[in-house]
């Protein structure tokens, strides 16, 4: 399993360097794409294609050259493969026919992103892409909203004004949100805002749509000092948003089942 730039190609370590060329085959994604990488270092070992619609099939071809004695590297189009990327059921049939699989670490899009968005916590979830369903979306999200952790996806271009709504709506404004966009390529950026400001920063500048991202949100906040909880605090924030203080703190009382006077002062706080 052979890990190959998410961009820049001097990311190549050299240990892949040493594998693709001294392998009798590489299994790529896309082998067009890997040519050009391939290329880049004079690599010229034999490829065949090994993609999400034919990793079964690929599989007994590829165990059968292992067996023979041959040695096969692994690649994606980009990062770790495996890693929202083919690799798992062939590792997985290698495996299970009694054959070694050995790991060659590098560039991973979410990791590289975590390193430069300095944020002070210990967790992370690595979640990769969500659905392209909007109601399927939301209901994810609803799933991993309570977590106190680092949330890492991966988004597309054309999704990511749409997957950032629905982040919004689910996750509440509060939470920080890292755009890290074109990761070692030319227009690498990375972005930190509030969630709520985070649709009004994409539709700023075209260019801010364009590209692969990888988007970390910040956890859910924890309980307060008074030990409101983290969805007490969110439906309180969205009530607050509406309407006048003495209101939305009653509102956020029935439906979280908190009690009022804890509320009531948060509510000032925020204020
Ligand atoms: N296997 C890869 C890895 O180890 O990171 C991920 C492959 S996944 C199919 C592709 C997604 O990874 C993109 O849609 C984007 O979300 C993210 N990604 C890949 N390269 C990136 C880059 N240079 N900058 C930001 N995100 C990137």
């Avoid at 990791?111 to 967790?123: E, F, Q, V």
Wanted: with cysteine; charged share 25%.
């Amino acid at each position: 399993m052979v890990a190959t730039p998410i961009g820049n190609l001097r990311d190549i370590t050299l240990r892949a360097l040493d594998v693709l060329k001294s392998a009798d085959i590489i299994a790529a994604e896309d082998t067009r794409n890997s040519t050009h990488l391939l290329g880049h270092f004079g690599i010229s070992t034999r490829l065949v294609a090994l993609h999400e619609h034919n990793e079964r099939i690929a599989a007994p071809k590829i165990i059968a050259a292992l067996q023979e004695g041959k040695s096969v590297a692994l690649i994606s189009d980009a990062g770790t493969p495996g890693i929202s990327d083919p690799g798992a059921i062939l590792v997985q049939a290698v495996r299970a026919a009694g054959l070694p699989v050995i790991p060659l670490p590098g560039p991973n899009a979410a990791i590289c992103a975590l390193s430069a968005a300095g944020r002070d916590d210990p967790h992370f979830l690595f979640y990769g892409f969500l659905p392209a369903k909007a109601s399927a979306r939301r209901r994810e999200l609803e799933a991993l909203r309570e977590l106190p952790y680092t949330l890492a996806f991966y988004e597309a271009p054309h999704r990511i004004v749409e997957t950032v709504e629905d982040l919004l709506q689910v996750l509440g404004g509060e939470r920080d949100i890292t755009f890290a966009r074109e990761l070692t390529k030319l227009f690498e950026s990375i972005h930190t805002c509030k969630l709520a400001d985070a649709p009004a920063w994409l539709a700023g500048d075209p260019n801010r749509q364009r590209g692969e991202f990888v988007l970390l949100l910040s956890g859910a906040p924890p309980e307060t000092e008074a030990g409101i909880s983290a969805e007490a605090q969110r439906i309180l924030q969205l009530m607050l948003a509406e309407l006048p203080l003495k209101q939305a703190v009653k509102l956020a009382a029935e439906i979280s089942g908190e009690k009022k006077n804890a509320l009531y002062d948060l509510a000032l706080q925020l204020k």
